[in-house]
């Protein structure tokens, strides 16, 4: 039986994985959990799944899940810390991890893995947003396997020539007959919103998706779009596409995820139900197919299609997103740090929807040109970012 390690177990993405071991039983064994401080999930899913470890960063929260076990009469090893995580990833009877923790967070566990050699299921976009060259080379130096989570880069990878998706990060997609790569997304809640509307957006609103069921970072960065941005970003990496290669499209219904442009006219497309069991049963099961717990799509009842290009007044997070793929990894890296200070700041409310964007321009005028040539260069480019923008915030609060 399979062994797995689900970091961020308490989040969106761990909640659906946790889904699909439910309808798939005795196919694998959960070898770690893992979250910050969600005590009561990780006591529920730690009682339900008995993993051999629990890992929670914090803690005072690790005492407390310690002691609920033992009084439940659980064998549960819980660890504290975020080395933990790290040992997590790489511990030698996992065969598989989930990467599910948001933000950087996620990068050191998640690269942790990857020198482990694993198979690593990628649902943290920042790993490749942060570090996607030296990130790509670790994945091939150290022989792990790399399969997409997000349902985008999942339904692309579904929609290659199997040759292409063994060769992730250094595959030759004009050579497999591919012109294009087409990046579909919902345009979030406000694709039809006036734009002098926008301003105005509070976080209730932003938060509440009209297809997605998402924790509210995500959520918010699929409002403005620069979920998107990430996306481009991860595309880029995963697929050793070319700008040209990769178009973002806006269609609205969410059904389908992604699709693949050939040279030869075909266009092949990846539909379902909007729903991460997809997705995470395909890449826990690969290259074989296991339920999901999803039901399948109903064609008489999902209506039309429709297909918007993405406006870039509307969405000017995305845009500042390509602009800062062409530019490199170090105006990624600096541009992803200061979305996550700004969506943090509108979330609290203190400041504006559109100030995110402001934010996040400032950071990529002020960093996009650093040099940074290895992965302490970026994380040390990541704090200065994050720095920077909290700078900005406090001058938009006043």
């Known amino acids: 039986m399979r062994q797995l390690v689900i ?6 993405i761990g909640q659906s994985t946790l889904k699909v071991l439910r309808h798939n039983p005795g196919c694998w064994q959960v070898l ?5 401080r969600s005590l009561d999930a990780m006591l529920r899913d730690c009682l339900e799944f008995s993993p051999r470890f629990a890992v929670m960063v914090d803690e005072s929260a690790a005492r407390e899940l310690a002691s609920r076990l033992k009084a439940h009469g659980s064998q549960t090893q819980v660890l504290s810390g975020a080395k933990a995580l790290c040992e997590m990833s790489a511990h030698p009877d996992a065969h598989s991890v ?3 923790i ?12 990857v020198r482990a050699g694993k198979r690593i299921l990628l649902a943290n976009k920042e790993a490749l947003v942060m570090s996607g060259a030296f990130f790509m080379e670790a994945v091939r130096d150290h022989g792990a396997e790399l399969l997409p989570i997000d349902s985008e880069h999942n339904a692309i990878f579904q929609c ?4 292409i998706q063994r060769q992730p990060g250094f595959c030759d997609l004009a050579g497999a007959g591919i012109s294009k790569i087409l990046l579909t997304g919902s345009g979030g809640p406000f694709r039809y919103t006036d734009i002098n509307d926008l301003a105005k957006v509070t976080p209730a609103q932003a938060v509440a998706h009209p297809n997605w069921s998402m924790g509210a970072k995500i959520s918010v960065d699929s409002a403005t779009m620069f979920n998107k941005g990430l996306e481009y970003i991860e595309a880029r990496w995963l697929f050793n596409a070319a700008p040209e290669q990769i178009q973002v499209v806006v269609h609205p219904q969410s059904v389908i995820h992604s699709m693949v442009q050939y040279k030869d006219g075909s266009v092949l497309a990846q539909l379902g139900n909007p729903d991460m069991c997809t997705p995470i049963a395909h890449a826990l099961a690969y290259p074989a197919r296991i339920p999901s717990g999803v039901e399948p799509l109903d064609f008489f009842s999902v209506g039309e299609f429709s297909f918007i290009r993405p406006d870039v007044e509307r969405y000017p997070c995305l845009a500042l997103a390509m602009a800062a793929c062409q530019e490199g990894q170090s105006a990624t890296t600096a541009l992803n740090a200061a979305n996550e200070e700004a969506v943090a700041a509108f979330l609290a409310e203190r400041i504006g929807f559109m100030d995110i ?3 996040n321009e400032s950071a990529l005028l002020t960093f996009g040109q650093h040099s940074a040539d290895s992965l302490d260069d970026l994380i040390a480019l990541d704090c200065a970012a994050r720095a920077r923008a909290q700078d900005l915030i406090k001058a938009l609060s006043r």
């Open 7 to 12: 970091l961020g177990a308490s989040g969106s």
């Open 32 to 36: 770690a959990l893992t979250a910050w």
């Open 98 to 100: 989930m990467a599910a």
């Open 160 to 163: 290659l020539p199997e040759a």
């Open 102 to 113: 948001v933000g950087a967070a996620g990068l050191a566990p998640t690269m942790a893995a």
């Open 357 to 359: 964007a402001r934010v």
